[in-house]
């Protein structure tokens, strides 16, 4: 069968194919603890709610323009005054399909084959992958062994007459960093001297911990919205654990969002509209539910922080944001059980039931990126599991459901 090059040599994306082998092992009645999930657990907010139920009601379901309806646009607009301190017009705003499909339409308007992008890792996993996918080239600028955050010089050391774009995630998928204001606001300076499209990919923006704060990229430039190269994407995913609705956004110079209109009008011709009444629900609705959200999350990482320090030889930064953590596990992989992240996940899975993300796909070998999005009980029970299934100090017996399980290879 002869396909497409490109298509045929895009991996599955790991997290999702990590997702559906723990749905089929559950479904087989395997008690999983899913520490690889990217999504909290809390309901929908009901603003979000009874404003998709309106629309539904209506009765009036149809096509709605491609750039998003209106209404949403203002309300994401109103998002970017109370947030960016940044005046954005309808017209630098387009709503897509999620940030995934946000990011898509953002790389393939910007690239052309042979263009740059540069990618700080750990990086999230999709990011390579789409710009190889429009035929660009993803240049990944890698940390000091023991740190998160990329090193400024090294940025500007593989900036290339080909660099189109820097994607910056802060806070940052996998590791849970927030970088420093001092690199954001050097990177923002770098990319407005040099005409680079700064991408800030601020999906986890309102989920910091310990009264941070993710400081803006605009906040270090004076040009406004239609002038500057500072791009934002964002969604209601994460601000409101909504990643079923499917609803992501770019903030850009209006010339940019007319292009990536024409793009989606090609591809999606528009959102749901029904979709967007959500999104635009949860935007206007009552913001307790983030602040909510963020305090049950920030719980969540001082019980996981907890539980790994009594994990021996295993190293975590205290993660300042998200609802990931990337702990250090290459004691684990040089020790007995496993040559690489993505056996040590499989050992985990199949000894302990318990579903981690390899490092490897974000870019950082030798750690496993763990969610604390899910229930307390769930992290302290996966995390015992873990101890059981790889630490030598921990007890050799532990019940997983009914089952009694005894350690036998360490
Ligand atoms: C860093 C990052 N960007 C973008 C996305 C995509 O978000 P959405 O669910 O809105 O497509 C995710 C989802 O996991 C993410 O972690």
Same mark, same amino acid.
């Given at each position: 069968m002869s396909l497409s090059q490109v298509a045929s040599s895009i991996p599955a994306s790991p997290t999702i194919a990590l997702n559906e082998e723990a749905r089929l092992l559950r479904e087989k009645g395997e008690p999983v603890i899913h520490l690889g999930i990217g999504e909290p657990k809390n309901k929908t907010p009901i603003t979000a709610i009874l404003s998709s139920a309106a629309k539904l009601s209506g009765g009036d379901v149809k096509y709605v323009p491609t750039d998003g309806t209106p209404s949403l646009k203002k309300a994401i607009v109103r998002y970017m005054e109370d947030n960016y301190n940044r005046a954005a017009a309808p017209y630098n705003v387009i709503v897509s399909d999620g940030a995934k499909q946000s990011l898509w339409n953002l790389l393939f308007t910007l690239c052309n084959p042979q263009d740059e992008v540069i990618v700080l890792a750990p990086?999230? %996993? &999709?990011y390579p992958e789409m710009i190889r996918m429009i035929g660009a080239i993803p240049v990944v600028v890698t940390p000091e062994d023991g740190t998160f955050v990329p090193r400024f010089d090294e940025i500007e050391r593989v %900036?290339? &007459?080909?660099?189109?774009a820097i994607i910056v995630n802060?806070? /940052? /998928?996998? &590791? !849970?960093m927030v970088y420093p204001e001092e690199l954001i606001a050097k990177i923002v300076e770098l990319c407005e001297s040099k005409g680079i499209y700064m991408i800030c990919d601020d999906i986890y923006n309102k989920l910091v911990f310990d009264g941070r704060v993710a400081v803006p990229a605009y906040k270090y430039t004076g040009k406004d919205v239609e002038n500057s190269k500072v791009i934002v994407v964002n969604g209601v995913a994460k601000l409101y654990g909504m990643t079923g609705f499917r609803i992501g956004w770019v903030t850009a110079p209006r010339k940019l969002v007319e292009i990536m209109t024409n793009v989606q009008s090609q591809t999606t011709t528009c959102v749901s509209p029904v979709m967007q009444s959500a999104a635009e629900g949860a935007l206007t609705g009552m913001q307790s539910v983030v602040e909510a959200l963020r305090l049950t999350i920030q719980n969540n990482r001082d019980v996981l922080m907890q539980e790994l320090h009594t994990f021996t030889d295993v190293h975590c930064i205290k993660p300042? !944001?998200?609802f990931y953590a990337l702990p250090d596990f290459r004691a684990y992989i040089r020790k &007995? %059980?496993? /040559?690489s992240s993505a056996e040590l996940a499989q050992f985990l899975l199949k000894k302990a039931l318990v579903v981690t993300v390899p490092g490897k796909e974000f870019g950082i070998e030798g750690h496993l990126r763990l969610s604390y999005a899910g229930s307390v009980k769930d992290l302290t029970e996966g995390i015992e599991r873990m101890k059981w299934a790889l630490d030598p100090n921990a007890p050799s017996e532990i019940y997983i459901g009914d089952r009694k399980l005894v350690r036998d290879w360490l």
């Open positions: 990086y999230w %996993v &999709s %900036v290339s &007459s080909y660099t189109k802060s806070p /940052n /998928n996998p &590791s !849970g300042q !944001g998200t &007995s %059980v496993a /040559n």
